[in-house]
């Protein structure tokens, strides 16, 4: 995927994350924090299930990409924590308030760095629509909730 702007409104709450030199980031990629480091939603290890990788996103959800890192580079980037954004999702309508986590690759076995769905459960949330969608959209504008830096969405469980 490559770098797209997605923050449409709202504040950010930037933070800034460091980033290993073999992590590539996309501008609008969904970043984790593993350990000391910011990652791209797809990095997370396949948990099995879809449910399972979107739960292992949401725990350690640090927020949307601002700035890219390319292979080799070693500077940090800026991560918004809060804000609203603009996601693809699955075709579907929405209503305010709804539950969203990342989407699960066709594969089954990785997430996508830049595509949202809507979820059963605060525990695989990362996010709650901002915008009602009463027809069927491919795209949807989410508030999102860093897990790290905000606690995440109310009601799911942070990181330890």
């Known amino acids: 995927m490559s770098d797209k702007m997605r923050w449409r409104y709202g504040d950010t709450n930037p933070v800034v994350a460091a980033v290993d030199s073999d992590t590539v980031i996309e501008i609008g990629d969904l970043l984790w924090q593993d350990t000391d480091d910011a990652k791209p939603a797809s990095d997370i290890t396949d948990q099995g299930t879809e449910t399972a990788n979107q739960t292992a996103l949401a725990d350690a959800f640090l927020g949307v990409a601002m700035q890219r890192s390319r292979s080799g580079d070693t500077a940090p980037v800026r991560?918004?924590?809060?804000g609203?954004?603009?996601?693809?999702?699955?075709?579907g309508t929405f209503e305010l308030g709804d539950l969203v986590g990342a989407d699960e690759n066709a594969g089954g076995d990785a997430l996508l760095n830049q595509q949202v769905d809507s979820v059963a459960a605060a525990a695989y949330a990362i996010g709650r629509i901002a915008k009602r969608q009463a027809s069927a959209v491919t795209s949807v504008l989410i508030d999102i909730r860093s897990t790290?830096?905000?606690?995440?969405?109310?009601?799911?469980?942070?990181?330890?």
Do not use: L
């Not at 609203?84 to 075709?91: G, N, Q, R």
């Not at 790290?148 to 990181?159: K, N």
């Open 79 to 82: 991560v918004a924590a809060t």
């Open 84 to 91: 609203v954004f603009e996601f693809d999702c699955p075709s």
């Open 148 to 160: 790290v830096m905000t606690g995440g969405v109310e009601g799911s469980t942070p990181s330890a």
